[in-house]
């Protein structure tokens, strides 16, 4: 079975309509549609965040740990001095200072970058999302070389959205991000109000 082509609301003909996708990929204009750059999808999302924290926070973790167990050794060893004397407290003690210090502060550091992480994480996944449905609305937006206009056939977009007016080729990837909002993020479509 054929599928019909959709008219364009512009011309109300269908021989000259042809998906954005052809026109895109029609790199040289054997088609006639506009420029493909015009009609190009949404720009992709960037790498995804970094998983891993860096390896001088890793090391001063390591580090931290080597000393205070070092430290711990050598009063294991030593004893504990009389708690009346505070200056051999203060030398048995001291050296779990340094160890102390590095571990709070690259622990710290450790926490704030998984922090970060999941942060960016979430933010990723949020654009990818947007990526995903503004290509789905992309895909589903016709091209009429006659008007060289797109627009979007009724209920391609979602069954109770109607047929988009003819939207000029400039301004095709704002629409197609404004669609992608308004269909896909489930917000109502206004009605008009019967006058009269």
Same mark, same amino acid.
């Not at 720009?43 to 965040?49: E, H, K, L, S, Y």
């Not at 970094?50 to 390896?55: A, I, K, L, N, V």
């Given at each position: 079975m054929?599928e019909k082509?959709?008219?364009c &609301?512009?011309?109300d003909r269908?021989?000259?309509v042809?998906t954005?996708?052809a026109a895109? =990929?029609d790199? !040289?204009?054997?088609?006639?549609? &506009?420029?493909?750059q015009?009609?190009?999808p %949404?720009?992709?999302p960037?790498?995804?965040p970094r /998983? *891993?924290p860096?390896?001088?926070? +890793?090391?001063g973790l390591v580090?931290?740990?080597?000393l205070?167990?070092?430290a +711990?050794m050598s009063?294991?060893?030593?004893?504990l001095? @009389?708690?009346g004397?505070?200056?051999?407290l203060?030398?048995?003690f001291g050296?779990?200072?340094? &160890?102390v210090? +590095?571990l709070?502060i690259?622990g710290?550091?450790y926490a704030v970058?998984k922090?970060?992480?999941?942060e960016?994480?979430a933010a990723? *996944?949020?654009? /990818? =999302?947007r990526?995903? *449905?503004?290509? !789905?609305?992309w895909?589903? !937006?016709?091209?009429?070389?006659?008007c060289?206009s !797109?627009?979007?056939?009724d209920?391609?977009?979602r069954?109770?959205f109607?047929?988009?007016? %003819?939207?000029?080729v400039e301004?095709? %990837? +704002?629409?197609v991000a404004?669609? @992608? =909002?308004?269909v896909l993020h489930?917000?109502?479509v206004?009605?008009?109000?019967? /006058?009269g």
């Amino acid at each position: 079975m054929i599928e019909k082509q959709a008219a364009c &609301p512009g011309c109300d003909r269908s021989d000259e309509v042809m998906t954005v996708r052809a026109a895109y =990929e029609d790199r !040289a204009g054997a088609l006639g549609g &506009p420029p493909w750059q015009q009609v190009a999808p %949404p720009p992709a999302p960037g790498p995804p965040p970094r /998983t *891993q924290p860096g390896g001088g926070v +890793l090391a001063g973790l390591v580090i931290g740990a080597l000393l205070a167990f070092i430290a +711990l050794m050598s009063i294991a060893e030593n004893g504990l001095p @009389a708690f009346g004397n505070a200056y051999q407290l203060g030398h048995a003690f001291g050296r779990l200072v340094l &160890p102390v210090v +590095l571990l709070g502060i690259f622990g710290a550091r450790y926490a704030v970058g998984k922090n970060r992480y999941r942060e960016q994480s979430a933010a990723f *996944q949020a654009v /990818t =999302e947007r990526f995903r *449905q503004r290509t !789905a609305v992309w895909e589903a !937006a016709q091209l009429c070389r006659r008007c060289r206009s !797109a627009f979007f056939a009724d209920g391609v977009l979602r069954a109770d959205f109607p047929a988009s007016p %003819p939207i000029a080729v400039e301004q095709f %990837p +704002l629409m197609v991000a404004t669609m @992608a =909002e308004r269909v896909l993020h489930g917000t109502a479509v206004r009605q008009p109000v019967p /006058t009269g």
